[in-house]
């Protein structure tokens, strides 16, 4: 899905059909609000943004441990200066394949909005690149592409020279009720 | 030389009493009776002097009549003197600072604030002022007037007007965080640390003054007095002590000598403050602005007051404690301080033991003493017993006794039932039953709180009735609870009372016998992690007692090995582990397990199955079982090691995870990982076949 998405902003200066026109004129007062610092990291080759003020701090990989019964993509939960934080892998939430962790894999702690209160979370990714400040003339919409790829995660598609940042939602992205969710092919 | 007052406009005139600008004036100064002025100046200076030492008392406390009184006789005296001497200036002044006193010494006026800077600059206006008249005695020239004298006045008038708002006093601008007086002072530049250093001195070798130097600090004679008296004293041979002469000299009354003579005896310590002053090195003025840095600064005085605090802050204080305690011993045990050098080892140990008081620190911040809940008890009894016509006699003990604030905070609603229960069915139905039984009238209900073998226990013991065995047994069968034929111990039938719906009661009154109730309460104790016991003799009486946890945050542990992955296991609900043979397990249906110890029988459960880990062992037979008790239901739990008995600092997964069944929380490893809590109800609830009573059935076939 991440190549997907990659592509579909590579072809960003092709057609743009007549709806997508329109999307942008509506969502134009937000996309501008969403210009500000981004802190980039890798998932493979991919290009992420998430919002500098989401992040509380990055930490070097740590002992997970295994929570049973929770979706495949959450790795488990850490001790976070003695609080017990949760961590998901980016990789497994996107679907992407499986790769073992290295030296520059390290968990950036965030803090996510959900219905009640900020949930302070790990995401696991391969690598933490640079902070971009990012225009709101380097600002696209999310692209669509049609049915089955959700879109709804993505405030954005930055371009930073030649990069393209995926600017993630992470409060969507890790939509809270999911976590809890009992994975049902574990407990069979 | 600038005109100030109406009637003489400075001291020189006053004192010549001719037109300004003569030269005459200076001689008129001396011919003004040279030696009277000459008493007068050291008398006012004496006074003045010791009036500093009352403002600063009454700096720290405004009310303090004594001081308010000297203060005020101080300037009294002046003004007689200065009007006699025909001062006016001086006397102008004296007027106004006593009138402000007088409104202070009735109550009218709290001198506080800026009211006392204005009252010191009173006194040193005042003192410049007769400075001013001695010099001008001595040199024989005339008189300067005082600068600002006209401004001073006005200001005092309006404090006494009570057109002048009060204010906060100048402070010294000086960092003074638990600061001592001295260093405040040194530290503003006010006092050199040699004059403080030898007022400390003089401070500890300070013996008890004398009686006249009392008196004469306290403005109630003067020195001529004193000298005056101490002649007649060597006259008479010493036969008449000092306070009797000073009384017949009407320098004094008896009511002063007395007071002033039990002021002696009090162990003197002159406050340091005061030594300064006296000794002339600091004026009385900028003490009182030290003093006022001092007390700015909370946590110098009145620390003792409780600090209300944010629950929340708080359990973050007691994490990252717990968090310093974990790095504190990892790092005092890495492998790279091997060798290291003895004073490294010994400064380590004096980290270790820092943390650990500090742990305790933190533990003991939430504790909080159960008295307010036993108080609580003693109006339900009372109520109580008024409602039930029986004669309750409430004892408690241990009120003192420290609980987790939250385990206070909940226990206090099972404890109302239990009372209750003790009252309304414990104690015989009437004053007459219980004389028949032949015990006193009154019953007797104790509630107490003690520790015992690290964890709390609360205890209602009552000596009423007993519960009785045949009648909870035939009540338990009714309800199919416990089969015909089958045999339990006493301690089990008491259980029964805690079955849902339960209730012995013949008649169900408004205070209790609904049978909802002990299940709640027992459940509520429960989640508490604490448990709840009984013990009774038919008509001698019951004893219900409640075990709960020191704290909540701490429970003690089994860790346990499932593959590669660790787990926690509440010891409290470990009944017992086995190593199963092949004879103690059966399986139904090839699916679902038993386990067979003895005559009992357990669903047996797999945590490698349930938490779908890999790598565990499937053998049982190379296994352990762990048998389990929660709510009355008694489970086997197969696992592949145990590891051992642990303390463990409780944490919550946090609101993402919760609702996941089978765990209870996580903690937090003495490697500084995360370890998960079994929670031994959701995974019975995980399996989903196992109904309450279950346990009961399955010991029952």
Known sequence: MGRALQRAAEAKDGQMGNAMVESVLDGEVSLASRAGQYLTFLLGAEIYGLAILKVQEIIGLMPVTKVPRTPHYVRGVINLRGKVIPVVELRTKFEMEQRADTNMTCIIVVQVASSAKNVTLGIIVDEVAEVLAITADQLEPAPSFGNGVNTEFILGIGKAGAKVVVLLDVDRVLSWGELSAVDQTIAS | ?701
């Open chain 2, 1 to 701: 030389m600038r005109r100030i007052f109406a009637r003489n406009r400075c001291v020189a005139g006053s004192l010549a009493r001719v037109g300004e600008g003569s030269p005459a004036r200076a001689a008129t100064v001396l011919e003004g009776d040279p030696e009277l002025l000459r008493e007068f100046i050291a008398e006012a200076l004496e006074h003045l002097h010791n009036a500093d030492v009352h403002i600063l008392t009454i700096e720290m406390r405004p009310r303090d009549a004594d001081s308010i009184n000297a203060v005020f006789r101080a300037f009294h005296t002046i003004k007689g003197v200065a009007g006699f001497l025909a001062l006016d200036e001086i006397q102008a002044l004296a007027h106004e600072s006593e009138n402000v006193l007088d409104l202070a010494r009735k109550g009218e006026l709290e001198l506080a604030g800026n009211y006392v800077d204005l009252v010191f600059e009173a006194v040193d206006t005042m003192k410049r002022l007769i400075q001013r008249v001695e010099r001008a005695l001595s040199k024989n020239e005339p008189m300067q007037c005082e600068e600002g004298l006209e401004n001073l006045v006005r200001r005092l008038q309006n404090v006494a007007n009570g057109t002048l708002s009060q204010q906060p006093g100048s402070a010294l601008d000086v960092q003074a965080s638990g600061k001592r007086i001295g260093e405040i002072l040194v530290d503003g530049g006010l006092a050199r640390r040699s004059a403080v250093m030898a007022a400390l001195e003089s401070q500890h070798t300070h013996e008890p003054s004398l009686l006249g130097e009392q008196l004469i600090s306290e403005i109630i004679i003067t020195r001529s007095q004193l000298d005056q008296a101490l002649a007649v004293q060597a006259q008479d041979g010493g036969a008449r002590k000092l306070g009797e002469i000073l009384v017949s000299l009407g320098a004094a009354t008896w009511e002063d000598i007395n007071r002033v003579v039990s002021l002696q005896q009090e162990p003197a310590g002159e406050r340091l403050g005061t030594i300064l002053v006296r000794s002339g090195e600091v004026a009385a003025k900028d003490v009182a602005r030290a003093l006022r840095v001092q007390q700015a600064k909370p946590g110098t005085t009145e620390a003792r007051d409780a600090i209300k605090v944010d629950a929340e802050r708080l359990d973050q204080l007691i994490d990252l404690i717990g968090e310093l305690v974990i790095a504190e011993s990892m790092v005092s045990q890495s492998v790279e301080l091997k060798g290291a050098s003895q004073k490294l080892v010994r400064q380590f140990n004096q980290l270790d033991k820092i943390t650990r008081e500090l742990q305790e620190m933190g533990t003991s911040l939430r504790m909080v003493p159960i008295r307010a809940t036993f108080q609580k008890m003693s109006r339900i009894v009372r109520d109580l017993a008024k409602k039930t016509g029986k004669k309750v006699e409430f004892i408690t003990e241990g009120e003192d006794t420290e609980l987790d604030k939250t385990v206070v905070d909940q226990i206090g609603d099972p404890l109302i039932h239990m009372v209750r229960n003790a009252i309304d069915h414990g104690l015989e139905a009437s004053p007459e039953a219980r004389t028949a039984a032949g015990k006193a009238e009154a019953g007797r209900v104790t509630l107490r709180a003690l520790h015992k073998g690290g964890s709390i226990y609360i205890e209602i013991q009552d000596d009423g009735r007993g519960l009785n065995r045949d009648v909870i047994l035939a009540k338990a069968r009714e309800r199919g609870l416990v089969r015909e034929g089958e045999s339990l111990s006493d301690r089990e039938i008491y259980n029964l009372v805690f079955e849902p719906g339960f209730s012995t009661a013949k008649q169900v009154t408004d205070i209790s016998g609904r049978g909802v109730g002990m299940d709640v309460v027992r459940r509520n104790i429960e989640g508490l992690r604490g448990q709840i016991d009984i013990q009774s003799e038919l008509g001698k009486g019951s004893l219900f007692s409640i075990r709960l946890p020191l704290t909540l945050a701490i429970i003690d542990g089994m860790v346990v090995r499932v593959g590669n992955e660790r787990y926690i296991v509440p010891t409290l609900s470990i009944i017992r582990s086995i190593k199963p043979m092949a004879s103690n397990i059966v399986t139904i249906a090839s699916r679902g397990e038993l386990l067979v110890v003895q005559n009992d029988m357990f669903p047996l459960f797999r945590l490698h199955t349930i938490f779908d880990i890999v790598n565990a062992e499937k053998d049982p037979l190379n296994a352990i079982v762990l048998i389990l008790e929660n709510e009355g239901r008694r489970v086997g739990l197969l696992v592949d090691e145990l590891l051992g008995q642990q303390q463990i600092v409780i944490k919550s997964l946090g609101d993402s995870m919760r609702g996941l069944e089978g765990v209870a929380g996580a903690a937090i490893m003495p490697d500084g990982t995360v370890g998960l809590i079994i929670d031994v109800n959701g995974i019975a609830r995980l399996i989903g076949d196992v109904g309450p009573g279950y346990g009961n059935q399955s010991s029952a076939a």
